[in-house]
Antibody, heavy 116, light 107 residues
C-alpha cells in the first residue's frame, strides 16, 4: 500500500524558515517524480514544486522560486521542502504527491502557519 | 504560464442527475497532461481521471473525462451522495497548474 506521510509543519514568524519532510513507502520511491502542492485555508490547490526521480529536473512555482528548495533522499525514501523567507501568504496545508504528469497518491498534508 | 478556468464555480444538482464540469485552458494542453481530482472536506485530493479520459484505479465508471486542446470536460453520469465534493482539473508540463475548482453541491 502506497503511503505518504508529511511532517514538519507548524507555526513560524514571517521571515522564518521551516523544513517539511515526506516519508514514502509501498512503492519504489527512487523511480518516481515527486511534488509539493499546497492549499491555503478555504482556497484551491496550488502546485508548489516538482523533482524528478534522480533530482535531475526541479521546477518551482513563481510564487516560491528563490525561497523554497525541494530535495529528496532516495536512500531514505524521503522528500523534503526547505522553506525560507516565509510570508503570511505561504500559510497552507502542504501535501506531498507522487507522480509526473498526474499525481496518483497524496499524503494527508501538514499545516504551515506563518504569523507573528 | 497556462491558466485553467473551471466552470461553473458551483453546481447544484440532485442525486441521480448528470453532472458536467468544464475546464478551459488559456492555451492548448496535451491531453496526456490533463487530470481531474476530487476533494472532500478535510481530505487530500483523489485522482479521478488522467490523460484527459483514463480513469484512475478504483474509480467508478460513472466518472468520465473528455476533451482536447483547450476544452476538457468531466462528466458524472448519475450522481451518488458521495460524489458531492470539489473537483479540480490540472495540467502538467514543466510546471503544474490547477483550475480554481468546481463545487458540486446537493440541491
Amino acid at each position: 500500500e502506497v503511503q505518504l506521510v508529511e511532517s514538519g509543519g507548524g507555526l513560524v514568524k514571517p521571515g522564518g524558515s521551516l523544513r517539511l519532510s515526506c516519508a514514502a513507502s509501498g512503492f519504489t520511491f527512487s523511480s518516481y517524480s515527486m511534488n509539493w502542492v499546497r492549499q491555503a485555508p478555504g482556497k484551491g490547490l496550488e502546485w508548489v514544486s516538482s523533482i524528478s526521480s534522480s533530482s535531475s529536473y526541479i521546477y518551482y512555482a513563481d510564487s516560491v522560486k528563490g525561497r523554497f528548495t525541494i530535495s529528496r533522499d532516495n536512500a531514505k525514501n524521503s522528500l523534503y521542502l526547505q522553506m525560507n523567507s516565509l510570508r503570511a501568504e505561504d500559510t497552507a496545508v502542504y501535501y506531498c504527491a507522487k507522480g509526473l504528469m498526474y499525481f496518483d497518491y497524496w499524503g494527508q498534508g501538514t499545516l504551515v502557519t506563518v504569523s507573528s | 504560464e497556462i491558466v485553467l478556468t473551471q466552470s461553473p464555480g458551483t453546481l447544484s444538482l440532485s442525486p441521480g442527475e448528470r453532472a458536467t464540469l468544464s475546464c478551459r485552458a488559456s492555451q492548448s494542453v496535451s491531453s496526456s497532461y490533463l487530470a481531474w481530482y476530487q476533494q472532500k472536506p478535510g481530505q487530500a485530493p483523489r485522482l479521478l481521471i488522467y490523460g484527459a479520459s483514463s480513469r484512475a484505479t478504483g474509480i467508478p465508471d460513472r466518472f468520465s473525462g473528455s476533451g482536447s486542446g483547450t476544452d476538457f470536460t468531466l462528466t458524472i453520469s448519475r450522481l451518488e451522495p458521495e460524489d458531492f465534493a470539489v473537483y479540480y482539473c490540472q495540467q502538467y508540463g514543466s510546471s503544474g497548474t490547477f483550475g480554481q475548482g468546481t463545487r458540486l453541491e446537493i440541491k
